[in-house]
């Protein structure tokens, strides 16, 4: 069983930074990705760490502002957003799963943290 722990979040001024981390507990597995759902609209994919090579994957549209890492020992992912603005703003979520496909499917992640609101006014 995989469960996963999110914190961090909270509201922000445009051009700030915030951290969210994503602590996982039980069997894990090589990709971690952070998802974000405004109100409306659909979930998409932001970033993507392969944790056996270290290959990262992002949108395009936070790409240079964003950064996803992940600590082995402690089995933690974080996703660290930097120059954010007010359309970076809605629910974050983490997902684990044995990556074999589009790493933004949504379909392709059996396992999800409880979300948490980032607000940028």
């Known amino acids: 069983h995989v469960q996963l722990v999110e914190s961090g979040g909270g509201s922000v001024q445009a051009g700030g930074s915030v951290r969210l981390s994503c602590a996982a507990s039980?069997?894990?597995?090589?990709?971690y990705s952070w998802f974000r759902q405004a109100p409306g609209q659909e979930r998409e994919g932001v970033a993507a760490?392969?944790?056996?090579?270290?290959?990262?994957y992002y949108l395009n549209s936070v790409e240079g502002r964003f950064t996803i890492s992940h600590d082995n020992a402690k089995k933690t992912a974080y996703l660290q957003m930097s120059d954010l603005k007010p359309e970076d703003s809605g629910m974050y979520y983490c997902a684990t799963a044995p990556l074999g496909g589009d790493w933004q499917a949504v379909g392709e992640y059996n396992y999800w943290s409880q979300g948490t609101q980032v607000t940028v006014s």
């Open positions: 039980g069997y894990t597995f090589n990709t």
């Open positions: 760490i392969d944790t056996g090579d270290g290959s990262t």
